[in-house]
């Protein structure tokens, strides 16, 4: 069924019923099609001032009901439906080529009134995931997580796993730590893979060193969670020192943890083999068609991977998953 932009069908239930109706049938009146279908006469009378209105039906001069060949009056309608969704569409471009000024303007805003977000907010449970959504989308910069379980969270709800690919394959760097003990948890290889496949760098700390789970959005706040049994949920936090303060909490984590692919076995299969196809000599094009992902995925992970085990070029990285291990030895 076909629907305009601004929602419902083009052409109702009982409208299209009754055109099908004539369609199949020989020429007759309202109240002989009203019988045939079962309906009243008003029922039927609604139903074709409808097909009327769309110019899909007519009545002629003896009352009976009129239609042409679809190829021609749905032709027609459907072409009037495209264009004005490419007019909707025009009106869309528009609207988001503006959004960049509209930024400007709120911006502008703030600096002659003052902050209009109040620096400390209590966020409910049920909150969090349109706050990470509203935080995803307002917020540039880097994107750093400390998450102590993969269970639960907002990152699940399936609006904000859309909104974080949409920032990972903007090219936004995404930087996670995970507990070290959820390496062999089956939901770590559904949950935490595809986020590395989406470009979040991953890394991991034994469990007791992880204390707080937060997020620090580029500079516009910090979603840190509030594990309380009274009142548990999250806070969120803008001030430029707390936001500070994080960062450099996180820097130091970072620094601690160890890359997923140092955990040998556990190391995601897609990975081990892209490090493979490296090892035999295949370029970045080959790989890309082996692994069935596009050149700029197989280059920004073969630079996260020369990032992680701090690597300046492709033969340091190879030296550095060989002292660990990763790869078979016929591979190697």
Same mark, same amino acid.
């Given at each position: 069924?076909?629907?305009?932009?601004?929602?419902?069908?083009?052409?109702?239930?009982?409208?299209?019923?009754?055109?099908?109706?004539?369609?199949?049938?020989?020429?007759?009146?309202?109240?002989?099609?009203?019988?045939?279908? @079962? !309906?009243?006469?008003?029922?039927?009378? $609604?139903?074709?001032?409808?097909?009327? &209105?769309?110019?899909?039906? &007519?009545?002629?001069?003896?009352?009976?009901? &009129?239609?042409?060949?679809?190829?021609?009056?749905?032709?027609?309608?459907?072409?009037?439906?495209?264009?004005?969704?490419?007019?909707?569409?025009?009106?869309?471009?528009?609207?988001?080529?503006?959004?960049?000024? /509209?930024?400007?303007?709120?911006?502008?805003?703030?600096?002659?009134?003052?902050?209009?977000?109040?620096? !400390?907010?209590?966020?409910?449970?049920?909150?969090?995931?349109?706050?990470?959504?509203?935080?995803?989308?307002?917020?540039?910069?880097?994107?750093?997580?400390?998450?102590?379980?993969?269970?639960?969270?907002?990152?699940?709800?399936?609006?904000?796993?859309?909104?974080?690919?949409?920032?990972?394959?903007? @090219?936004?760097?995404?930087?996670?730590? /995970?507990?070290?003990?959820?390496?062999?948890?089956?939901? !770590?290889?559904?949950?935490?893979?595809?986020?590395?496949?989406?470009?979040?760098?991953? &890394?991991?700390?034994?469990?007791?060193?992880?204390?707080?789970?937060?997020?620090?959005?580029?500079?516009?706040?910090?979603?840190?969670?509030?594990?309380?049994?009274?009142?548990?949920?999250?806070?969120?936090?803008?001030?430029?020192?707390?936001?500070?303060?994080?960062?450099? $909490?996180?820097?130091?984590? !970072?620094?601690?943890?160890?890359?997923?692919?140092?955990?040998?076995?556990?190391?995601?299969?897609?990975?081990?083999?892209?490090?493979?196809?490296?090892?035999?000599?295949?370029?970045?094009?080959?790989?890309?068609?082996?692994?069935?992902?596009?050149?700029?995925?197989?280059?920004?992970?073969?630079?996260? $991977?020369?990032?992680?085990?701090?690597?300046?070029?492709?033969?340091?990285?190879?030296?550095?998953?060989?002292?660990?291990? $990763?790869?078979?030895?016929?591979?190697?």
């Amino acid at each position: 069924m076909i629907s305009p932009p601004g929602g419902g069908p083009v052409l109702p239930p009982d409208a299209e019923r009754l055109y099908r109706h004539a369609l199949r049938a020989a020429p007759a009146g309202l109240t002989e099609h009203a019988g045939e279908l @079962g !309906w009243s006469v008003d029922e039927t009378e $609604l139903a074709l001032a409808d097909l009327e &209105r769309l110019r899909l039906a &007519r009545r002629g001069p003896d009352g009976t009901v &009129r239609v042409d060949d679809p190829r021609a009056s749905v032709g027609r309608l459907l072409d009037g439906q495209e264009a004005e969704l490419d007019e909707r569409r025009r009106q869309l471009l528009a609207l988001r080529g503006s959004l960049e000024s /509209f930024e400007l303007d709120f911006r502008q805003g703030l600096q002659l009134s003052g902050p209009r977000l109040p620096p !400390w907010e209590a966020v409910a449970p049920s909150e969090a995931s349109a706050a990470v959504d509203h935080l995803l989308r307002t917020s540039d910069g880097p994107l750093l997580q400390v998450s102590r379980r993969i269970e639960t969270g907002p990152g699940h709800e399936e609006g904000v796993r859309r909104q974080f690919e949409e920032v990972t394959a903007s @090219g936004r760097a995404v930087l996670t730590i /995970f507990p070290s003990s959820v390496l062999p948890n089956p939901l !770590w290889l559904q949950f935490a893979q595809h986020r590395a496949a989406a470009g979040e760098q991953q &890394r991991y700390l034994p469990d007791g060193e992880l204390r707080v789970e937060f997020g620090v959005f580029g500079s516009s706040g910090v979603l840190l969670e509030h594990d309380d049994d009274r009142e548990p949920g999250y806070l969120l936090m803008r001030p430029a020192s707390v936001i500070r303060a994080f960062v450099t $909490l996180f820097e130091e984590l !970072w620094r601690r943890a160890e890359p997923v692919l140092a955990q040998g076995p556990s190391a995601p299969a897609q990975t081990v083999k892209l490090l493979e196809l490296l090892a035999l000599g295949f370029k970045d094009e080959a790989i890309a068609r082996q692994l069935g992902l596009s050149l700029r995925t197989v280059r920004r992970r073969i630079s996260v $991977l020369m990032d992680e085990h701090g690597a300046d070029t492709r033969f340091q990285l190879g030296l550095a998953v060989s002292r660990r291990g $990763l790869l078979r030895a016929d591979r190697r």
